[in-house]
């Protein structure tokens, strides 16, 4: 069983920059790919941004490319979304997820999941 915690998630404005953290105490987490996925009110999660088991890929979204940095500590067992140029948009509730098996890219790919930090982007 693979835990993962988010936090970082609040409210901001449009414009402005925020970094989420994924969390993980499993002694395995160098071995799980993690995705940052997002869901709006209504609509579908989506996927957002993942990197490699030792961040050496990575891969965004077409909607957050040149916006969004996704990076990992496997010393500290920790996977960063660095978010900048925020919209409106961009509010979601975010969510990590990891696969041991795949580059993750959509949500069924997902063996774990986190519980999620609120992002919202508004004046």
């Known amino acids: 069983q693979v835990q993962l915690v988010e936090s970082g998630g609040t409210l901001v404005q449009p414009g402005g920059s925020l970094k989420l953290t994924c969390a993980s105490s499993t002694r395995f987490f160098k071995n799980y790919a993690i995705g940052w996925f997002r869901q709006a009110p209504g609509k579908d999660r989506e996927f957002v941004a993942v990197?490699?088991?030792?961040?050496?890929?990575?891969d965004y979204a077409e909607s957050v490319k040149d916006r969004f940095t996704i990076s990992r500590d496997n010393a500290k067992n920790l996977v960063y979304l660095q978010m900048k140029s925020l919209e409106p948009e961009d509010t979601a509730v975010y969510y990590c997820?990891?696969?041991?098996?795949?580059?993750?890219?959509?949500?069924?790919?997902?063996?774990?999941w986190g519980q999620g930090t609120q992002v919202t982007v508004s004046l």
């Open positions: 990197v490699s088991t030792n961040g050496d890929i990575t």
């Open positions: 997820g990891a696969s041991a098996f795949v580059l993750l890219r959509t949500p069924q790919e997902c063996d774990y």
